[in-house]
């Protein structure tokens, strides 16, 4: 079955049974790919979801300081987005996990939709976040994307009318990423007091599975968020766990660390 | 003659909006504010009203006698946008908008700036309309551009050093997305140039064009007749698009746009988007673009600040793909040389930026018909530029 049918299956079990999993974000190849490698097998493992890859990008204007100096090292590294599916190519049929990669528009533009569409799906990519990417852009990348099968999550986010939420819905596949605040990934101590009233208010709307990120750092903001979507991304706060430890060893004993705390509070919930 | 942009925001094959959705609502309610604004009278006025007696205009159009003598073919007229209160055309944008914000019930203002000239104009028009004002600047820059910073807090705005990637413009433009994503609500994001996601590069192209109305007038009432060629220097391309764009329809009026061709043409040493670059999107726009074969924007290089960004505006690519205007480019040398030239020619000492136009234009003269009319933006003044000027004349 290829990575976009594994996903929607996963998203569908985890709404029969009335569960929330885990998205854990990582860049490639920070700070190598080979340590990228063995974490994504690392996060194969029950609670989790999918795994969302973040390929590096020379600007990243929608990422805070985390993300920036995680991107900033894997470029250092040489990281390209060739380079990033060969990884996800080498990673699947061996993880059960799927991969969501999420890049900026340009490395993707860059490589030519089509033909990075096509490399995608050999590779076993699931689907893709364009970062900067809005629903009016996105014609022309939904087209190439659709055409072999990976999906395109678009983002809804606190700024967005219930009219553009719908639409986004709809360019959405298998799931929309809700952004849970204004600001950049991994800002803020705190989640927006009016998340949970704006996740209920998308589930009214829309029938598409919801993930929920930006902001997200403890156990105890995926428990307030679980009951109110489909999945819950992590991203700055596993990139600053590796990053805080300077042997494999122990990046990978803090990754696995976290991941089980913030899966904690899923536990729980029907799954 | 019409040159868009359509509803989208695409001149052509080139702009539209590439941001992330939490700025898209905020973009869509900028662009209703600008097209109701643009339309009422009272708006109108009051822009033209700090323009005349707040900055100055109409600016100067001045017929540069021994600049004409030196060159030996056509008559050459300085566009004085270095008259300007402040320095340099970046005010005209500044006033526009700033007005704008208020009428928008925003009272923060944020704004990149490069060699400080977009900063000071910004922190002038916050400070003139009472607004809360941060600048995002890269260090390498503030460094570059110290007395910029200075004037910047002088006039009551923050000055934010950005560290990020090459700590240069591109890298402020990053930071105040970055700000404005997180303020979106209270904040109005004044960009500096006909660059980023529609509807800047239309409404700072509306704003600009006010140079080309003037010269349009003023070389009539000066000759009796439009003239054959305009040249003006284009970084992001905004005192270029506000000349030429009130002569697009002028079949006959050539134009010629001059990008900064720094110290030579591997990628990284120049800035010169249309000969080294190619279709990309970058912070907002999709347009010609320096980046590498994975789409990673490649670092830039010019002596002049201003011109030193790896993007141009949609516009100018679409005009260069029609064929309407001619881009060319000329390196830090010639420029530098230009800057000399020009100080001891007429006693105008010009921004390295400007400098690149009269660059060029100081070699094709040689080829330009005898009595040919040409008007040369000046769009800013070099004072900014006298420590870079003295440091690194004999380095370059």
Redesign the interface.
């Known amino acids: 079955m290829a990575g976009r049918a594994v996903l929607r299956e996963r998203l569908a079990s985890l709404r029969r049974d009335g569960a929330t999993g885990l998205i854990p974000f990582l860049t490639a190849g920070d700070p190598s790919m080979a340590f990228t490698e063995r974490a994504i097998r690392a996060l194969d493992r029950p609670g989790v979801v999918a795994i969302e890859l973040g390929v590096p990008f020379s600007d990243p204007l929608a990422d805070g300081p985390t993300i920036q100096r995680s991107s900033e090292r894997a470029l250092a590294a040489g990281v390209t987005l060739p380079a990033t599916l060969d990884l996800v190519r080498r990673l699947s049929g061996t993880i059960s996990t799927p991969i969501v990669l999420m890049s900026y528009y340009n490395p993707m533009l860059r490589h030519g939709l089509d033909r990075f569409a096509k490399r995608a799906r050999r590779s076993g990519v699931a689907a893709v976040i364009a970062t900067d990417l809005p629903v009016e852009e996105g014609a022309p990348y939904r087209k190439a994307m659709d055409r072999v099968g990976v999906g395109t999550v678009f983002l809804a986010a606190p700024t967005s009318s219930r009219e553009r939420v719908s639409r986004i819905a709809e360019a959405s596949d298998p799931f929309l990423y809700y952004v849970s605040m204004t600001g950049t990934t991994g800002s803020g101590s705190d989640l927006p007091k009016d998340v949970v009233d704006r996740l209920e208010m998308i589930r009214r709307l829309i029938a598409t599975p919801l993930a929920v990120g930006f902001g997200v750092t403890r156990p105890e903001h995926v428990k307030r968020l679980a009951p109110h979507c489909d999945a819950v991304v992590v991203g700055s706060a596993l990139v600053a766990a590796v990053e805080r430890e300077k042997r494999t060893v122990d990046r990978l004993g803090a990754l696995d660390r976290l991941v089980g705390r913030l899966c904690g509070p899923l536990a729980g919930r029907g799954a | 003659m019409k040159t868009g942009p359509d509803k ?1 925001g695409y001149f052509g094959a080139y702009g ?11 973009l869509l309610e900028l662009e209703e504010a600008y097209g109701a604004a643009k339309k009422e009278k009272a708006f109108r006025r009051s822009v033209d009203r700090y323009l005349k007696e707040y900055c100055g205009r109409p600016t100067p159009l001045y017929f540069a006698e021994r600049l004409t003598a030196a060159f030996g073919g056509p008559r050459v007229y300085l566009k004085r946008e270095d008259l300007n209160h402040t320095g340099a055309h970046k005010i005209n944008n500044c006033i526009g908008q700033a007005l704008l914000a208020k009428r928008m019930g925003k009272n923060r203002i944020i704004a990149e700036t490069g060699a400080g000239q977009h900063g000071v104009a910004t922190a002038t028009a916050a400070a003139l309309f009472g607004m809360k004002c941060v600048i995002y600047m890269g260090v390498e820059d503030t460094r570059r551009q110290s007395l910029n910073v200075f004037r910047m807090k002088m006039l009551g705005a923050e000055v934010v050093p950005v560290d ?2 090459s700590k240069t413009l ?2 402020a ?2 930071e105040a ?2 700000d404005w ?5 209270t904040t109005h994001y004044l960009l500096g140039s006909v660059l980023g996601p529609h509807p800047y590069p239309v409404m700072v192209r509306d704003f600009q064009a006010v140079i080309g109305r003037e010269a349009r007038r003023q070389i009539v009432r000066a000759e009796g007749r439009l003239p054959d060629l305009l040249v003006a220097c284009v970084g992001g391309g905004s005192n270029s698009i506000g000349l030429f764009h009130p002569f697009l329809g002028d079949d006959a009026v050539r134009m010629v746009g001059v990008e900064a061709g720094g110290r030579g043409k591997k990628l990284g040493d120049h800035a010169a988007r249309f000969s080294g670059g190619s ?6 726009t999709l347009s010609y ?1 320096l ?1 590498d ?5 490649a670092p830039t290089h010019s002596v002049s600040a201003g011109l030193d960004y790896p993007s141009v505006g949609p516009e100018h690519s679409h005009l260069r793909e029609t064929g309407r205007v001619e881009y060319t480019s000329v390196g830090d040398r010639a420029a530098l040389d230009a800057f000399h030239f020009l100080s001891r020619t007429e006693g105008i000492v010009p921004a390295l930026e400007s400098a690149h136009a009269v660059a060029w234009l100081r070699k094709a003269a040689r080829s330009l018909p005898k009595g040919d009319l040409v008007i040369l933006n000046l769009s800013g003044r070099g004072d900014k530029d006298v420590v870079t000027v003295a440091s690194g004349a004999s380095q370059v």
């Not at chain 2, 539209?16 to 905020?26: C, D, K």
């Not at chain 2, 994503?181 to 609500?185: N, R």
């Not at chain 2, 074969?293 to 924007?297: K, L, M, Y």
């Open positions: 989208a539209g909006r590439f941001v992330p959705e939490t700025v898209m609502p905020a990020s990637g591109k890298d433009i990053n997305m970055r994503v997180t303020h979106v609500k279709i990309g999107v970058l912070q907002g673009l980046h074969r994975h789409g990673q924007i």
